[in-house]
């Protein structure tokens, strides 16, 4: 049995308080005036694009390309607004992109133990109970998100421009899409997704423990079988939260490769969590039976989903940027323009950082090479949130600063937290999987 050390809890207790400081500071430092928020970008015009200001970001929040940066000459008052908004958006979007990636990093590793759940995999088993214990986050992660979209539909920020009936009132197309995007819909979707998925992952759990004592395998087909359906609830339900919980803050914007793209972004986050965490208890003794055949299948599918998300990444910006639809191409034109470090900076780390690095076989038995490995593969991906959120709700006033920071600290103290608590309830290997001994003896 794993027991949680009090150096972790400790560690994770910091991160917390320290990311509890950041967050604090970043609300506390928002302005409250259009006055407050002219003078904050005036000490910041060396820096982010200078000449921008809030024309860029608003009109790419709202979709708006040249026109808008015509119409804003003409309304400086209605752009001072938006400004202001931006700079007020700033906390909550680092709060956001931070919960949302914690969370997301959960959800692909549900996904994955799904999948090896109802392909009845024999190399896997060994590693369920790492898995059980990450998606333990499912449920403080899922609540923070959801408290997070409540308080944007109680219009405590401006991260959804759709919620704004203002806007609304003044925008035809999303006025075409309020059948769909309506405050009290996307809750209710919003509390179906997470209902769902939690219920899996509870569900799932209680008959992977209930497998230990069995005399007989009925525990593990009941499990077989509600694996195989939740993967077409997920399939479903994870595309709906990409269109609603990412895409929908650029109401203007979609892709129909949007869904696959989250989804991959997830699944490898997800995969690097769990080979990063086995690694770790293995280094401690507590995963005898796993070896490098383990490790070397979970850096294999961290190489292989990095491939598969460079594919859906390339796919969807070679369409769009080649068709040159104004209403489709301002997405990158806007992360080019002012996400330039970022945007190029994150596909170099989720593409070229893991091709060179798991390229060779052998490279994927190391534990501190697959471990490096992780880590450039989760900051690329936490890059890659932060380009999906924060051009349509700070544009170019962004910045990587306390509150990002301190969201990341938070959140990440929260996870280890979580996920070592959970593992600490339970022996950390399976005792009568059909297929425990198959897994114990595999090799590659």
């Known amino acids: 049995m794993y027991t949680f050390s009090n150096r972790l809890k400790i560690g994770s207790f910091i991160l917390m308080a320290l990311g509890v400081l950041g967050i604090a500071i970043?609300?506390?430092?928002?302005?409250?005036?259009?006055?407050?928020?002219?003078?904050?970008?005036?000490s910041h015009d060396d820096g982010h694009g200078g000449g921008h200001g809030a024309e860029a970001g608003h009109g790419e929040a709202a979709g708006h390309g040249a026109a808008a940066d015509a119409h804003g000459e003409e309304h400086d008052s209605s752009h001072d607004e938006h400004l202001l908004h931006q700079l007020q958006n700033k906390p909550w979007a680092a709060l956001y992109v931070g919960a949302f990636f914690f969370f997301m990093i959960a959800l692909g590793v549900l996904a994955f133990y799904a999948i090896q759940r109802a392909a009845q995999a024999g190399w896997s088993p060994l590693l369920f109970r790492v898995m059980e214990g990450i998606t333990a986050y499912l449920v403080p992660g899922g609540i923070i998100v959801f408290v997070i979209l409540v308080l944007s539909v109680m219009h405590m920020n401006h991260?959804?421009?759709?919620?704004?009936?203002?806007?609304v009132a003044h925008d035809e197309l999303i006025q075409g899409k309020v059948g769909y995007l309506n405050p009290t819909f996307f809750l209710i979707r919003a509390a179906l997704f997470l209902g769902g998925w939690i219920f899996y992952r509870e569900y799932s759990r209680k008959l992977s423990l209930?497998?230990?004592?069995?005399q007989d395998d009925t525990n593990f087909k009941l499990n077989f079988r509600w694996s195989a359906g939740f993967l077409v609830f997920y399939l479903v339900t994870e595309s709906m939260m990409s269109w609603d919980w990412i895409m929908s803050v650029d109401p203007h914007w979609f892709s129909t490769l949007f869904g696959w793209y989250v989804f991959a972004s997830m699944f490898v986050s997800g995969i690097t969590v769990i080979a990063m965490v086995t690694i770790y208890l293995k280094s401690k003794g507590l995963l005898p039976d796993?070896?490098?055949s383990h490790i070397h299948d979970l850096a294999?599918?961290?190489?292989?989903i990095s491939?598969?998300?460079?594919?859906?990444?390339?796919?969807?910006?070679?369409?769009?940027?080649?068709?040159?639809?104004p209403e489709e191409v301002t997405y990158y034109v806007t992360r080019i323009a002012d996400y330039r470090l970022p945007f190029f900076g994150m596909v170099a780390m989720n593409f070229l950082f893991p091709v060179l690095l798991l390229m060779n076989s052998d490279y994927k038995r190391i534990n501190w090479f697959v471990v490096l490995a992780g880590i450039v593969i989760l900051v690329g991906h936490y890059l890659d949130i932060f380009n999906m959120i924060m051009p349509s709700t700070v544009g170019d006033q962004w910045s990587i600063g306390i509150p990002e920071i301190g969201a990341v600290l938070f959140f990440a103290g929260l996870f280890i937290f979580w996920v070592f608590k959970a593992l600490a309830t339970a022996p950390l290997q399976p005792k009568r999987?059909?297929?425990?001994?198959?897994?114990?003896h595999f090799h590659y």
């Open 26 to 42: 970043g609300f506390i430092s928002a302005p409250s005036t259009v006055e407050e928020a002219k003078a904050i970008v005036a």
């Open 159 to 167: 991260l959804f421009i759709w919620m704004d009936a203002d806007v």
């Open 210 to 214: 209930q497998q230990d004592e069995a």
């Open 290 to 292: 796993i070896n490098d």
């Open 300 to 304: 294999k599918f961290m190489f292989g």
């Open 307 to 325: 491939i598969f998300w460079t594919y859906l990444w390339f796919s969807q910006f070679m369409l769009i940027w080649y068709s040159n639809i």
């Open 433 to 440: 999987n059909p297929f425990i001994e198959e897994s114990r």
